[in-house]
């Protein structure tokens, strides 16, 4: 159950310099004072105020929070101090915040271009800029840093395996296939691509969750992905499998 704090007071010691505001000195002060605390908040304005601070508390870091004359610690002892969050050995190294993120984006992005040119949201083109505008999205995460993402893409991809330069050649392919299939252009190219990489991306994650029982974590984010390899990384391949065999059967069928 969360901690009432309604008509108690806590002390706070943050660091509040002329070219340094401490961002998590902020955050703490905003969470008591939403949790009901009176925050008497103290500046430590230079770097020797709060070295000696630290020095006197024993602790490395600020901000600093005591309640009841208690120190809870940082901000991050703060929210699980208030049920917000699980300590820290009981959290889970993965998370689908990600990828919840890129396919709601990408989803109300969908309908609003639906609404604007037909009118409705419920149309099929919605669905389908839902897909592409989604691998796009997964593309750019990709993109930001690709050495990264072709190294974790090793750890699965059976073509990337076989032929390592597929791993950097991957998040183009995707990119491009999804800003072909938005503008409903080049369909002969885009769906191939689409084809191909959602294919062999399928076949890989099959082997390495559900035949191999591999726990790895999934390139689809990105490099530094903490989303875990399975039904996500497998959803998105099929979606682009999908999407290019709809895109030739609408186009040439």
């Not at 505001?21 to 020797?48: A, F, I, M, W």
């Not at 915040?97 to 639906?114: H, K, N, T």
């Not at 769906?191 to 959602?198: K, S």
Request: hydrophobic letters at 45%; aromatic letters at 12%; a negative charge.
């Amino acid at each position: 159950m969360m901690a009432d704090g309604h008509g108690k007071t806590a002390t706070l010691y943050r660091m509040v310099m002329e070219q340094h505001l401490c961002p998590y000195g902020l955050k703490s002060k905003d969470l008591l004072e939403r949790q009901g605390y009176n925050v008497v908040d103290n500046h430590l304005t230079t770097r020797e105020q709060t070295d000696a601070f630290m020095a006197k508390e024993g602790v490395e870091t600020t901000p600093q929070t005591f309640i009841d004359g208690a120190r809870i610690g940082g901000y991050e002892d703060l929210r699980v101090h208030f049920d917000l969050d699980k300590p820290k050995d009981e959290q889970s190294d993965t998370s689908y915040q990600p990828v919840i993120a890129i396919f709601g984006v990408a989803f109300l992005m969908a309908l609003g271009l639906s609404w604007y040119a037909f009118g409705n949201i419920l149309t099929l083109r919605a669905f389908e800029w839902f897909i592409s505008i989604s691998m796009c999205f997964l593309a750019v995460q990709k993109l930001q840093d690709i050495e990264s993402f072709s190294t974790m893409f090793l750890n699965y991809d059976l073509l990337a395996q076989r032929w390592v330069p597929y791993g950097k050649v991957y998040p183009f392919g995707e990119a491009l296939a999804g800003i072909l299939m938005t503008a409903g252009a080049l369909t002969w190219l885009s769906a191939p691509v689409a084809l191909v990489i959602g294919g062999i991306g399928a076949v890989s994650v099959i082997k390495a969750v559900y035949i191999d029982k591999r726990e790895l974590k999934c390139a689809c984010v990105g490099g530094s992905s903490n989303v875990p390899l399975g039904f996500v990384s497998l959803t998105e391949n099929v979606m682009m499998v999908v999407m290019g065999i709809w895109m030739l059967i609408k186009v040439y069928g």
